[in-house]
């Protein structure tokens, strides 16, 4: 399973970015997908989910109301809008594609650095 994520960065507090996650599958829109982000040393957790048809978007506390997850299902993409980034959000995030819902995710990519600093 392809899952390529890429538009991190390097952004100051307060900006924002916008990270995409391209899974080229015949059947891209059948599965529910996510964000995931790992911070080093740290697990894994789960930053928003999205069920196959875009209705159900349960987001992390800790990003609740400055992210917005969205897919394209024509273009089998998936999209994590961050705004009023955070030091605290400097992780790697990963895409991640699941079953079932709330979703167990069971493949994921290589993830893209996201660095909030000033």
């Known amino acids: 399973v392809q899952l390529q994520a890429s538009g991190g960065g390097l952004v100051q507090p307060g900006g924002s970015l916008r990270l995409s996650c391209e899974s080229p599958?015949?059947?891209?829109?059948?599965?529910?997908l996510g964000w995931l982000r790992q911070v080093p040393g740290g697990g894994r957790e789960e930053v928003a989910a999205?069920?196959?048809?875009?209705?159900?978007?349960p987001y992390g506390d800790f990003v609740k109301g400055r992210s917005t997850i969205s897919r394209d299902n024509a273009n089998q993409t998936l999209y994590l809008q961050m705004n009023d980034l955070k030091p605290e959000d400097t992780a790697i995030y990963y895409c991640?594609?699941?079953?079932?819902?709330?979703?167990?995710?069971?493949?994921w990519g290589q993830g893209t650095q996201v660095t909030v600093s000033s």
């Open positions: 599958t015949h059947s891209f829109n059948t599965y529910p």
């Open positions: 999205i069920s196959w048809n875009g209705l159900k978007t």
């Open positions: 991640a594609r699941g079953a079932g819902w709330p979703p167990k995710w069971r493949y």
